[in-house]
């Protein structure tokens, strides 16, 4: 009996924490309350390490940055590629001197790019130390980027053309040089010789300073009259390189057609030799008129033959002081090699070309029949206005 008291006072004995003591007894509410939960452990001072927590903030960083810049590698890279705004061909001027930043700016003020500063940090990228070229580009309907950086790095850019045809005088020449709305700057001041300038059609780009042309011509010419000078006849009777260069604007003056220039200049030729004056009409003109050229309603006068000027050939003996005009590659290759004929007159037989003659009999003949041709031509002209003064008008 005392064994099983004793018993039930050591269970009764233990508190709910398993520990001995004595028995609390609990209300319904502390019962149902809940107990409390055991605090965390502590962090350890290594865990507080504020070296530990910059690292770690650190890292968090540089892992939003690289996401962050891939993004906009992505992105710059999309923009870069994909086709442009522009709806229609436009040109666009790169000027010389200027920068990545001031051409990134003009394609985007002109629509040409969405984003200046995509174009400028891509483009450096690919540029590698090169540079975009000064000029004018043509940049194409919905050009990528890409696509316009290559061109302005190319330096294809639009090329413009002057026609300076054979013939002209230097003035002449200058004054469709000062004309030409592309070319930029001054002519210079001092003309070059008579002569001097190569006629030919020159390209160049918007913004090409006309002095530089000019440039070009009489370094083309003195080149072109140099190598045709070394291949010539040797027993030609002109003794210098001015004096073939004027025979040469002589022949280019009196024919426009390639297959006369060798037959005209053994004309020519022909009286030098025989110590003949050559009675050349444009050596009138330009001792009258000079470089301006003459008006093309002017005829020329009986009284302009016997005008005295160092260029009228129908008074002076030999060649005149100065070339009259530009002469070009053919001209210049017939004068070095002319056919060998025993022809001293020609004439213009009324189509265009000339009929030639080796007596002076013969050459009568031919002016008397170019004569006739040239009045019926007027009276045909006179018959053709009077027809159409006498027709009614319309009602």
Do not use: C
Request: charged share 25%; hydrophobic share 40%; net charge negative.
């Amino acid at each position: 009996m005392s064994d099983s008291n004793d018993n039930s006072a050591a269970q009764f004995g233990r508190n709910e924490t398993g520990s001995n003591g004595p028995i609390i007894p609990k209300s319904a509410s502390e019962a149902l309350r809940p107990e409390r939960v055991p605090e965390p452990p502590k962090r350890s001072r290594k865990a507080r390490s504020q070296v530990v927590i910059f690292l770690n903030f650190l890292m968090t960083v540089v892992v939003f940055v690289v996401l962050a810049a891939a993004g906009a590698v992505y992105y710059a890279m999309h923009e870069y590629e994909k086709a442009g705004p522009l709806q229609a061909n436009q040109n666009f001027i790169v000027r010389s001197g200027a920068g990545i930043i001031e051409i990134a700016e003009g394609l985007e003020r002109n629509g040409i790019v969405t984003d200046g500063r995509v174009f400028r940090f891509v483009s450096e990228a690919y540029l590698d130390n090169q540079t975009l070229k000064a000029g004018e580009y043509e940049i194409k309907a919905h050009a990528s980027m890409q696509e316009i950086m290559e061109l302005l790095k190319s330096g294809k850019s639009i090329l413009y053309a002057v026609s300076l045809p054979e013939g002209l005088t230097v003035k002449q020449m200058f004054r469709k040089l000062a004309d030409d709305p592309v070319l930029a700057g001054d002519l210079p001041t001092e003309l070059p010789a008579e002569g001097s300038l190569k006629p030919d059609t020159y390209k160049f780009t918007r913004g090409t300073k006309r002095a530089e042309i000019v440039q070009q011509m009489v370094a083309a010419q003195k080149a072109l009259v140099e190598q045709i000078w070394d291949k010539r006849d040797p027993e030609l009777p002109v003794s210098s390189v001015d004096e073939f260069v004027t025979l040469a604007s002589i022949v280019e003056k009196e024919t426009g057609r390639a297959d006369e220039r060798p037959r005209v200049a053994s004309v020519f030729i022909n009286r030098l030799e025989k110590g003949m004056r050559l009675q050349s009409d444009p050596t009138i003109i330009y001792g009258i008129f000079g470089g301006e050229g003459k008006p093309a309603d002017r005829a020329i006068l009986k009284s302009d033959l016997e005008k005295e000027t160092p260029y009228n050939t129908y008074i002076i003996k030999g060649l005149p002081p100065t070339p009259i005009a530009n002469p070009g590659r053919a001209a210049l290759e017939a004068v070095a090699n002319p056919s060998r004929t025993p022809e001293l007159y020609f004439v213009a037989d009324g189509t265009g070309g000339h009929v030639f003659a080796a007596t002076l009999e013969e050459h009568n003949a031919n002016v008397r029949r170019w004569r006739k041709l040239e009045a019926e031509k007027a009276a045909e002209a006179a018959k053709a206005a009077a027809d159409a003064a006498t027709v009614p008008e319309a009602q």
